[in-house]
């Protein structure tokens, strides 16, 4: 076994395979080491991408096994799942190993579990991902620009083939484990059952109608204190589909973690896969802040529609990754929103075929949306 740059443990996968693609075109001469249950998918993508490195069998659940594929790189790109189930099992792998830690998902759980007082002490970047991730960034940019932001509305969804470690996690989000439902921020405070889901709504550049579902993450609610904003909606939006909302219709044990997981993200990832069934995957990210700057009143809004949900997720954790490896960020356990440069990141998916549309506007885009809500 050599020593490499960037060991990614899931990186023949959907997010560890647009991961590496990422990481090669930025830098040609990496070294990198790909990790999963078979080692034949590995190789064969190293050959694909034409560069140095190794290809690695590796258990994710065998301490020994997980050491051995830590050892030597300077960086562990986790990009397995689901993320309820790694946990900070690989960052602590990582940290024994001596090598900095990306794991695109590693939410509110992982940043508890890793901040136990004085024993993590390596270099640590979570949520480098689509959601969560640049639905952190995205708006804090927005945020940025203004003197006093004042208030965030937010609809962001995204219909796109499910593989069952994102169906699990997507499971666990639902029923709470993520965030809270129905929520809103009123008077800089978490307001329970403040929103009511939507129906049939037309966001702008969405180009069809959609429904829309509140819901409050930590992500959003991390944002909302960051900024001192005093208002937030967020919706989370999708296409109505039969099959898939009849499965989350009984899966509620399993949103719940009170039922069998992988048995729901087997049915879930199914029903999904029937929904998209002759319909193009979309992701779309609609943000709008208002406030003022110096005393005149501002808003500023973000567009972003894409199609691939794995080439997003992962470009911010090739992103992250690369920020690490050339020093620009830190020991420490960082969340990817607050390390990467936005500058950046807006131009890395400016020159991504799989995003379709990118505009920061100077005026509101979802002023129809609440005018709509309010004749209802």
Same mark, same amino acid.
């Given at each position: 076994?050599?020593?490499?740059?960037?060991?990614?443990?899931?990186?023949?996968?959907?997010?560890?395979?647009?991961?590496?693609?990422?990481?090669?075109?930025?830098? @040609?001469?990496?070294?990198?080491?790909?990790?999963?249950?078979?080692?034949?998918?590995?190789?064969?993508?190293?050959?694909?991408?034409?560069?140095?490195?190794?290809?690695?069998?590796?258990?994710?659940?065998?301490?020994?096994?997980?050491?051995? =594929?830590?050892?030597?790189?300077?960086?562990?790109?986790?990009?397995?799942? @689901?993320?309820?189930?790694? *946990?900070?099992?690989?960052?602590?792998?990582?940290?024994?190993? %001596?090598?900095?830690?990306?794991?695109?998902? %590693?939410?509110?759980?992982? =940043?508890?579990?890793?901040?136990?007082?004085? #024993?993590?002490?390596? &270099?640590?970047?979570?949520? /480098?991902?689509?959601?969560?991730?640049?639905?952190?960034?995205?708006?804090?940019?927005?945020?940025?620009?203004?003197?006093? @932001?004042?208030?965030?509305?937010?609809?962001?969804? #995204?219909?796109?083939?499910? &593989?069952?470690?994102?169906?699990?996690?997507?499971?666990?989000?639902?029923?709470?484990?993520?965030?809270?439902?129905? /929520?809103?921020?009123?008077?800089?405070?978490?307001?329970?059952?403040?929103?009511?889901?939507?129906?049939?709504?037309?966001?702008?550049?969405?180009?069809?109608?959609?429904?829309?579902?509140?819901?409050?993450?930590?992500?959003?609610?991390?944002?909302?204190?960051?900024?001192?904003?005093?208002?937030?909606?967020?919706?989370?939006?999708?296409?109505?589909? !039969?099959?898939?909302?009849?499965?989350?219709?009984?899966?509620?044990? !399993?949103?719940?973690?009170?039922?069998?997981?992988?048995?729901?993200?087997?049915?879930?990832?199914?029903?999904?896969? *029937?929904? +998209?069934?002759?319909?193009?995957?979309?992701?779309?990210?609609?943000?709008?802040?208002?406030?003022?700057?110096?005393?005149?009143?501002? #808003?500023?809004?973000?567009? *972003?529609?894409?199609?691939?949900?794995?080439?997003?997720?992962?470009?911010?954790?090739?992103?992250?990754?690369?920020?690490?490896?050339?020093?620009? &960020?830190?020991?420490?356990?960082?969340?990817? !929103?607050?390390?990467?440069?936005?500058?950046?990141?807006?131009?890395? +998916?400016?020159?991504? @075929?799989?995003?379709?549309?990118?505009?920061?506007?100077?005026?509101?885009?979802? %002023?129809?949306?609440?005018?709509?809500?309010?004749?209802?």
């Amino acid at each position: 076994m050599t020593d490499v740059e960037i060991a990614v443990l899931g990186g023949y996968g959907a997010v560890g395979a647009a991961a590496l693609k990422a990481l090669t075109d930025r830098r @040609p001469g990496v070294t990198v080491r790909i990790g999963g249950r078979n080692e034949a998918p590995a190789a064969a993508l190293l050959d694909k991408l034409g560069v140095e490195g190794e290809a690695l069998e590796v258990d994710l659940n065998d301490g020994r096994s997980l050491a051995g =594929f830590c050892r030597g790189a300077r960086l562990v790109l986790n990009c397995a799942g @689901p993320s309820y189930r790694v *946990l900070d099992r690989v960052a602590w792998a990582a940290l024994a190993a %001596g090598a900095a830690y990306v794991d695109p998902g %590693g939410d509110k759980p992982v =940043f508890d579990a890793l901040h136990r007082p004085g #024993t993590f002490t390596g &270099t640590a970047v979570l949520t /480098a991902g689509m959601q969560p991730g640049l639905t952190g960034l995205l708006p804090r940019h927005l945020a940025r620009s203004m003197s006093e @932001p004042r208030a965030l509305t937010a609809y962001v969804g #995204t219909m796109d083939r499910l &593989t069952p470690a994102g169906a699990a996690d997507y499971l666990l989000s639902l029923g709470g484990s993520y965030g809270e439902a129905q /929520a809103a921020i009123r008077g800089g405070i978490r307001v329970e059952r403040e929103l009511e889901p939507r129906t049939g709504v037309e966001p702008p550049y969405a180009g069809r109608r959609l429904d829309a579902y509140p819901y409050l993450s930590f992500e959003a609610e991390e944002v909302a204190r960051e900024f001192g904003l005093a208002e937030v909606d967020w919706f989370t939006v999708y296409e109505g589909g !039969a099959h898939m909302m009849t499965c989350l219709s009984r899966l509620q044990g !399993a949103m719940r973690g009170e039922s069998d997981l992988t048995e729901a993200a087997d049915e879930l990832t199914r029903a999904a896969a *029937l929904d +998209l069934f002759g319909k193009e995957p979309f992701q779309l990210m609609l943000f709008e802040v208002t406030g003022s700057h110096h005393g005149t009143p501002a #808003t500023r809004s973000l567009a *972003l529609r894409g199609h691939d949900t794995y080439v997003l997720t992962g470009l911010a954790g090739a992103l992250a990754a690369i920020d690490v490896l050339d020093g620009r &960020t830190g020991p420490g356990i960082h969340h990817a !929103a607050h390390t990467l440069d936005p500058d950046v990141v807006l131009e890395a +998916l400016r020159n991504t @075929p799989e995003v379709t549309t990118l505009e920061i506007l100077e005026h509101p885009i979802l %002023g129809a949306l609440r005018v709509e809500e309010g004749e209802l």
